[in-house]
């Protein structure tokens, strides 16, 4: 009864997902030696070094780590504000 | 005749690493070879109480490595499984009795005579850990699905392959198909694929483990229990056989669970 209550409700979301989700950000972290706190330090930095050189939105500004296998890589993703006509 | 030495080792503490040890290692003899278990668990031993061997025990490691004793003199014979000995862990000591270069040593004497060599673990990837790594040629991580136990193990696994022991292999205790299979419980391609890490054994939740650590009697010689066929599927695979594995498949319906409890075991 309960399942059918979360679906109608929309929590449907299993609880095997949510902690396969949870462990693969902390295995990232884990493995890396990069903690959350690390990672916004990087992002501030990464924005203001960009910014000396072209126009970005800062708002829109993600760096996560991706892992495959045993290989991790940070991937930055960093929106352009739309170019100004001259 | 030079026998492995194999550690069984998890990080987190109470996933099944006695359990398996003294599972294998049963299973192993009732295979035909000359095992000795080791408990590495110093001032925690426990090994001895899952074989029922607890009221034979009169040296122990440490008498070994401080010459108390002879090597032979510790060495605890199971009655039920004549090709089965234990080395008991000291009780009243601490890790630091015993240096990973003593274990080396120990694992080197006890090649000649065995075909395995079984070391225990203590949780944590301190000292005992170390000293129960040092002498392997084979390292077992246990673990359970749970993020807790998974998280440890990932450690675990970079840990070994620091000292040079990897790959290690993994084995998944206490899998509750059930549970797995209503989404509620992680599964173990999702364990495989946060791990990447190579699979020795699955071996599902099961009331008869607890029943036979009650009675001291390894369940692998119990030869209805599910739990009992997958440790002698593990040992089968460290014997370097090729066996399938049970399927906990997530998406079985009625059907499928139907013909398993006809057929029970899996393959």
Same mark, same amino acid.
């Given at each position: 009864?309960?399942?059918?209550?979360?679906?109608?409700?929309?929590?449907?979301?299993?609880?095997?997902?949510?902690?396969?989700?949870?462990?693969?950000?902390?295995?990232?972290?884990?493995?890396?030696?990069?903690?959350?706190?690390?990672?916004?330090?990087?992002?501030?930095?990464?924005?203001?070094?960009?910014?000396?050189?072209?126009?970005?939105?800062?708002?829109?500004?993600?760096?996560?780590?991706?892992?495959?296998?045993?290989?991790?890589?940070?991937?930055?993703?960093?929106?352009?504000?739309?170019?100004?006509?001259? | 005749?030079?026998?492995?030495a194999i550690t069984v080792t998890s990080g987190k503490g109470g996933v099944g690493k006695t359990t398996?040890?003294?599972?294998?290692?049963?299973?192993?003899?009732?295979?035909?070879?000359?095992?000795?278990?080791?408990?590495?668990?110093?001032?925690?031993?426990?090994?001895?109480?899952?074989?029922?061997?607890?009221?034979?025990?009169?040296?122990?490691?440490?008498?070994?490595?401080?010459?108390?004793?002879?090597?032979?003199?510790?060495?605890?014979?199971?009655?039920?499984?004549?090709?089965?000995?234990?080395?008991?862990?000291?009780?009243?000591?601490?890790?630091?009795?015993?240096?990973?270069?003593?274990?080396?040593?120990?694992?080197?004497?006890?090649?000649?005579?065995?075909?395995?060599?079984?070391?225990?673990?203590?949780?944590?990837?301190?000292?005992?850990?170390?000293?129960?790594?040092?002498?392997?040629?084979?390292?077992? @991580? +246990?673990?359970?699905?749970?993020?807790? /136990?998974?998280?440890?193990?990932?450690? *675990?696994?970079?840990? =070994?392959?620091? $000292? #040079?022991?990897?790959?290690?292999?993994?084995?998944?205790?206490?899998?509750?198909?059930?549970?797995?299979?209503?989404?509620?419980?992680?599964?173990?391609?999702?364990?495989?694929?946060?791990?990447?890490?190579?699979?020795?054994?699955?071996?599902?939740?099961?009331?008869?483990?607890?029943?036979?650590?009650?009675?001291?009697?390894? @369940? +692998?010689?119990?030869?209805?229990?599910? /739990?009992?066929?997958?440790?002698?599927? *593990?040992?089968?695979? =460290?014997?370097? $056989? #090729?066996?399938?594995?049970?399927?906990?498949?997530?998406?079985?319906?009625?059907?499928?669970?139907?013909?398993?409890?006809?057929?029970?075991?899996?393959?």
């Open positions: 009864m309960a399942g059918i209550l979360d679906r109608i409700f929309g929590r449907d979301r299993k609880s095997a997902h949510l902690a396969k989700e949870r462990l693969k950000l902390v295995l990232v972290h884990d493995r890396t030696d990069i903690s959350p706190g690390v990672m916004e330090l990087m992002k501030d930095d990464l924005i203001a070094a960009i910014s000396k050189h072209i126009d970005i939105d800062a708002g829109d500004v993600r760096i996560e780590m991706a892992t495959e296998g045993h290989e991790q890589r940070l991937i930055a993703d960093i929106a352009l504000r739309p170019p100004r006509r001259r | 005749m030079t026998g492995k398996v040890t003294a599972n294998l290692g049963a299973a192993l003899a009732n295979f035909g070879h000359k095992v000795v278990c080791i408990d590495a668990d110093i001032g925690l031993r426990n090994l001895d109480v899952v074989l029922g061997l607890e009221n034979r025990i009169v040296y122990d490691l440490v008498d070994i490595v401080e010459g108390r004793c002879r090597l032979r003199q510790a060495m605890i014979r199971d009655k039920r499984l004549p090709e089965l000995f234990l080395i008991p862990a000291a009780q009243t000591r601490d890790k630091s009795a015993i240096s990973p270069s003593d274990m080396v040593t120990l694992a080197d004497d006890l090649r000649a005579e065995f075909d395995y060599i079984l070391f225990d673990s203590p949780a944590g990837i301190e000292r005992g850990f170390r000293n129960a790594v040092a002498p392997a040629d084979m390292v077992l @991580v +246990v673990t359970n699905p749970e993020v807790s /136990a998974v998280r440890d193990a990932d450690r *675990i696994i970079g840990l =070994v392959e620091a $000292e #040079e022991k990897g790959p290690a292999r993994l084995v998944i205790n206490r899998i509750k198909p059930e549970m797995v299979r209503r989404g509620d419980m992680l599964g173990v391609d999702d364990i495989l694929e946060l791990l990447a890490v190579q699979l020795v054994g699955l071996v599902p939740d099961d009331e008869n483990v607890l029943l036979s650590t009650n009675r001291g009697l390894p @369940v +692998v010689l119990d030869g209805k229990s599910k /739990a009992g066929l997958a440790f002698r599927n *593990i040992a089968r695979r =460290v014997m370097g $056989e #090729e066996v399938p594995f049970m399927h906990f498949d997530e998406t079985g319906g009625f059907l499928n669970r139907i013909t398993r409890l006809i057929r029970p075991g899996g393959n």
